[in-house]
């Protein structure tokens, strides 16, 4: 019974909290093809896409505050007796509140797109064999020995694209648009022996599915001032200002 009652508070919160949203189309406009084609693409090793991108473009929110938080996944290691399941460490960051979580990200469905744009200029198009997005749920368990620690559940989003070298590759083509974000983390954090669970979301570049007053920028990531206190006066500081400080305090590698 409390699983289903978990599971029905995890779909209720996600769909109230997706009214007025922005930057809930990983997509970004792009047509997707209907056919499942994740036992053909499942050969492929996904496991390094999700990895790729500096900490300091990961950006997320833990919380109806908006509260910052900072993911970063070290390692993940495809299961070879299991295609469809990748194993997951990393460490998440609340307020300088580090902790270590391991975990597991299993596939659902792969599909391809139909795309019409390949990067500036379209310089990208002979160059791809094949592109599409990767649909998982993940389950991150924080070590439970440390402080104010839980369970991320939810669904991740990957774009992807295989080169006319049949290699696979993280899909940043359209990196320079407006809009773009990948590897898009949405889903609930629940804190152990607590019956409530928190709004938890973080993507590449932006934050996902988030509030429109949230995020003000149009060309890159923005926060709105009122949440500055909520952990993001730092980001605003080094991207948005180009303060040396606070850049050194957003390039620091605080997981180590």
Not at 106 to 124: A, L, M, P
Request: overall charge negative; some cysteine.
């Amino acid at each position: 019974m409390k699983t289903i009652l978990s599971i029905i508070f995890i779909v209720h919160s996600l769909i109230v909290f997706s009214q007025n949203t922005c930057h809930n189309d990983i997509l970004n406009g792009e047509k997707l093809d209907a056919e499942n084609k994740t036992s053909l693409l499942l050969t492929y090793d996904f496991s390094d896409l999700w990895t790729k991108t500096d900490n300091y473009n990961v950006l997320g929110v833990l919380g109806n505050d908006f509260q910052r938080i900072k993911v970063k996944i070290l390692t993940v290691v495809k299961n070879t007796n299991k295609p469809d399941e990748y194993l997951v460490y990393g460490k998440s960051n609340v307020k300088n509140n580090v902790c270590d979580f391991v975990g597991r990200i299993i596939v659902e469905k792969i599909q391809e797109t139909k795309r019409e744009q390949f990067g500036v200029d379209n310089q990208s198009k002979d160059a791809i064999k094949t592109q599409g997005i990767l649909v998982a749920k993940y389950e991150f368990f924080e070590n439970k020995n440390q402080p104010h620690t839980g369970v991320f559940a939810g669904q991740v989003q990957t774009k992807w694209y295989i080169n006319k070298d049949n290699q696979l590759r993280y899909d940043d083509i359209n990196l320079l648009s407006d809009g773009y974000f990948n590897n898009a983390f949405v889903g609930t954090w629940t804190m152990y022996n607590a019956s409530k669970s928190r709004i938890c979301q973080w993507a590449d570049y932006r934050v996902p599915n988030i509030p429109c007053e949230f995020d003000l920028g149009t060309g890159e990531f923005s926060p709105n001032e009122k949440y500055f206190e909520k952990g993001w006066q730092s980001y605003a500081k080094a991207f948005l200002l180009n303060e040396e400080q606070a850049k050194d305090e957003e390039f620091a590698e605080w997981w180590r």
